[in-house]
């Protein structure tokens, strides 16, 4: 079976829970307390969406602000990339309209944007409202979901979605060159090694 290969990256603030959606999508586990990432950390997943299969290369970038000059090397190429913020934190909020005016102005036209409110199992703590978010996620052509790593709720439907945006797309308009370095969309035959991980401080 055809295997289209996915680089997605995760952005947002340091503490939103991008480890933690990482996490649950691919072991389906949640951990009460998970070290911050250097850098970026890379997991793979692979998903069947609409008949497609999809293997996930994900990088999960870190959100200290110490390291985001080093987020032009993970998003670059990528097909597709999840800004996260957290529900409860009206100032991670702010922080994912400065990486969609980043990403449209630096990424690649075709990529596929999603906006992902975490933390939803703590809505009496909620300081961003769900229209707010959509109204922002519509005028900037992205998917829009609330989440819970904690809870497990969306976070599949997430990737999902993602999925049924890229095979919406023609694919050919999305394969890079081929003297290019960056994984975007590629096609290959094989079977995944579920939830490869490393830490890249470079």
């Not at 190429?77 to 309209?97: C, L, M, N, P, Q």
């Not at 939830?195 to 401080?201: D, I, L, N």
Request: proline content about 2%; aromatic content about 8%.
């Amino acid at each position: 079976m055809a295997v289209i290969e996915i680089k997605l990256c995760l952005l947002g603030d340091s503490g939103v829970g991008k480890s933690s959606i990482v996490h649950r999508f691919v072991y389906d586990s949640f951990r009460p307390y998970m070290e911050n990432t250097i850098g970026a950390a890379f997991l793979t997943k692979t998903m069947i969406v609409e008949g497609r299969t999809y293997k996930f290369q994900i990088w999960d970038t870190a959100g200290q602000e110490k390291y985001r000059a080093l987020a032009p090397m993970y998003y670059r190429g990528a097909a597709a990339a999840i800004i996260v913020y957290d529900i409860t934190r009206e100032s991670s909020f702010h922080a994912v309209k400065l990486w969609l005016a980043e990403l449209k102005r630096h990424a690649s036209p075709n990529i596929v944007l999603a906006i992902a409110g975490n933390k939803n199992d703590l809505e009496d703590l909620r300081e961003v409202s769900y229209q707010e978010a959509q109204d922002c996620a519509k005028s900037h052509g992205a998917i829009m979901i609330e989440t819970s790593a904690k809870s497990a709720i969306n976070v599949a439907s997430l990737f999902v979605e993602i999925g049924r945006r890229l095979s919406n797309l023609d694919m050919t308009m999305s394969l890079p060159s081929s003297n290019s370095n960056a994984l975007n969309v590629n096609q290959r035959t094989g079977q995944d090694v579920k939830g490869r991980r490393k830490c890249c401080g470079f």
